[in-house]
């Protein structure tokens, strides 16, 4: 079986699978729970808070409870914490479980794209130190991994400021995506069609992380399964990346165009149409416990993939890379290998 057969069919049962999933979120919805209600008491003005009220489910009267949960949090608050961060091109926030973010937000517009005040040549690889340490992604944890440090933020993306640039080589912005026929390939050929939306929008806005989607086995039955890289483990392997995209027309108040893909995290042939990957805002949402355009009103949503045609631009990215602007070194780890798109 060629490479492209095999590419193929991955590309297809994953998005079957990522339908399937979308299809399972969208089945469950959770009913909502009826509280009793609690009767209003007259409680005396004192310099010491009363001891809480809880409801019994079965009695009508308020009984003192002689248990305080909360008072965990004068030892520390559990979370989940999402350590919400921003720098001069991305904004994001990070999932300590997995050491990968849970999201990346970028803003392109047709000026920021034709500065070129970054140079790839002069970023580094690094770890973002403002994640505690236990919980951070590091570069050893890619070493001989078999995979590549992907942007979520593509630096060329970022090229009208060297500190812009640089702060998309944060370690917080990277997930492991397969290389060859990947994040070197059709990932690459997404991104680039994400920049050539700023030919027809005058503001474009992205919004890109990783899934852990479920799959059926031979028993029938789902579940989610996903590699961990690192030695001793460290790093989530994601099954599918998601690019929430939100296209603007410029206007105050005008529409806004949005699209949503979700590509398995395989090898995936060029000639793979990209509306094979296209599926609604609310199956992303459903999958990865977010939500992206809830203060949106539905009369300013447009479809994007009916107001320009949605459709990769095949380029040898690795090739024109390697040949214009050389590698990418690394301060602590020069022997890793070389960034890629």
């Not at 997404?190 to 920049?195: A, H, I, K, S, V």
Request: charged letters at 20%.
């Amino acid at each position: 079986m060629s490479k492209t057969t095999i590419a193929i069919i991955a590309s297809v049962s994953a998005l079957t699978g990522a339908a399937a999933t979308a299809a399972l979120f969208s089945s469950r919805e959770r009913k909502g729970l009826t509280t009793p209600s609690t009767p209003t008491n007259s409680v005396p003005t004192s310099t010491t808070p009363p001891p809480p009220l809880s409801q019994s489910p079965f009695s009508s009267r308020p009984i003192s409870a002689p248990v305080d949960p909360s008072g965990l949090f004068q030892y520390g608050f559990p979370g989940p914490i999402s350590d919400l961060n921003s720098t001069p091109s991305t904004t994001s926030a990070f999932d300590r479980r997995t050491r990968n973010p849970l999201w990346v937000a970028e803003h392109i517009t047709p000026i920021s794209l034709s500065m070129s005040g970054g140079d790839r040549r002069h970023s580094y690889f690094v770890e973002d130190t403002s994640i505690p340490s236990k919980f951070r992604a590091r570069l050893q944890d890619y070493q001989r991994s078999g995979y590549d440090r992907g942007h979520q933020v593509p630096a060329a993306d970022a090229k009208w400021g060297q500190e812009a640039m640089d702060s998309t080589f944060l370690l917080s912005n990277m997930c492991p995506q397969v290389g060859d026929g990947f994040n070197r390939d059709y990932w690459a050929h997404l991104e680039d069609f994400c920049r050539r939306l700023t030919h027809d929008f005058p503001s474009v806005r992205i919004v890109t992380g990783p899934l852990y989607l479920p799959r059926r086995d031979s028993d029938g039955k789902f579940r989610v399964s996903y590699e961990v890289i690192g030695n001793p483990p460290n790093v989530a392997v994601p099954t599918h990346f998601y690019k929430v995209i939100f296209a603007e027309d410029g206007k105050t108040g005008g529409n806004v165009s949005l699209a949503a893909f979700v590509l398995p995290n395989k090898p995936i042939a060029n000639t793979k149409p990209l509306t094979d990957f296209l599926v609604p805002v609310e199956a992303v949402e459903k999958a990865s416990g977010l939500e992206f355009a809830s203060k949106l009103p539905e009369q300013r949503r447009m479809k994007l993939c009916e107001q320009i045609k949605c459709s990769i631009l095949v380029r040898e990215y690795a090739d024109r890379q390697r040949n214009l602007q050389g590698k990418v070194p690394e301060r602590s780890a020069p022997s890793l290998p070389a960034a890629q798109p």
